[in-house]
């Protein structure tokens, strides 16, 4: 996935995975290292660091923080999500508000997303 390796992001991703927002733990530690697919926490990709990364569905899952909803993080992130889908990768966003506040939602979401693009299997009736 990646055409060079940015030693600088490398080592920020390092110290991003050492220190994960409470949202980042809860999503990871509750549900993303139970399910029957891998997931990379802080993944270099090209020049960004995506929250958490699944190579078999070519997702990836972003947590929004506050900085996400001014012009700013706005204009980012849609740079961003461009360079991300250019690569044949889709970007699931979801709030911070959305993680504390709805975890089961955005759990299932998560999980059909992984059913529609056959990283996993649907579970039997």
Request: charged share 25%.
């Amino acid at each position: 996935m990646n055409n060079y390796n940015n030693k600088k992001l490398t080592a920020n991703s390092q110290k991003l995975r050492k220190n994960m927002t409470k949202e980042e733990r809860h999503l990871w530690y509750d549900f993303l290292k139970e399910i029957p697919v891998t997931f990379h926490r802080q993944k270099v990709i090209g020049n960004y660091i995506v929250d958490f990364y699944c190579a078999s569905a070519k997702m990836i899952i972003e947590l929004d923080g506050s900085q996400h909803y001014y012009d700013e993080g706005k204009q980012k992130d849609e740079k961003r999500d461009k360079y991300l889908s250019s690569l044949g990768l889709t970007v699931l966003r979801y709030s911070n508000d959305d993680v504390n506040n709805s975890f089961e939602s955005v759990c299932q979401d998560i999980f059909n997303n992984l059913i529609s693009r056959g990283a996993i299997s649907p579970p039997s009736p």
